[in-house]
């Protein structure tokens, strides 16, 4: 919520701050790495976006949320598709979609 908050105020101090507090705490450093590609997200910096966006899937995968990569994953494929990068995003909404093979059958019908 710390680094929303930041955002939504433009304090970078409090940004670098709240990335640096969930820096190795299980949970927080993906979420905070997917909060941190939505905001580059939103100022069209979509290079940093997917860098961010890549780091925060490979931190969830490691601790086996399938589920938060695909969420993290379609919201790529959203941002993508916004931005005029079909293409892209529909290519991040297929691999979405293919994690599905990855979670229970009740999470994909």
């Known amino acids: 919520m710390r680094y929303n908050i930041a ?16 820096k190795g705490r299980h949970g927080a450093e993906h979420w905070v790495a997917h909060a941190e590609a939505l905001a580059q997200a939103r100022s069209g910096r979509l290079q940093d976006a997917r860098r961010l966006s890549s780091r925060a899937e490979d931190l969830a995968l490691r601790e086996g949320n399938y589920e938060v990569v695909a969420s993290y994953r379609a919201a790529r494929a959203v941002w993508e598709a916004a931005c005029g990068n079909a293409a892209e995003g529909k290519r991040n909404a297929m691999a979405a979609l293919g994690l599905c093979s990855c979670l229970p059958a009740l999470w994909c019908t």
């Open 7 to 22: 955002v939504l105020t433009g304090d970078e101090d409090q940004m670098d701050r709240a990335v640096a507090l969930a």
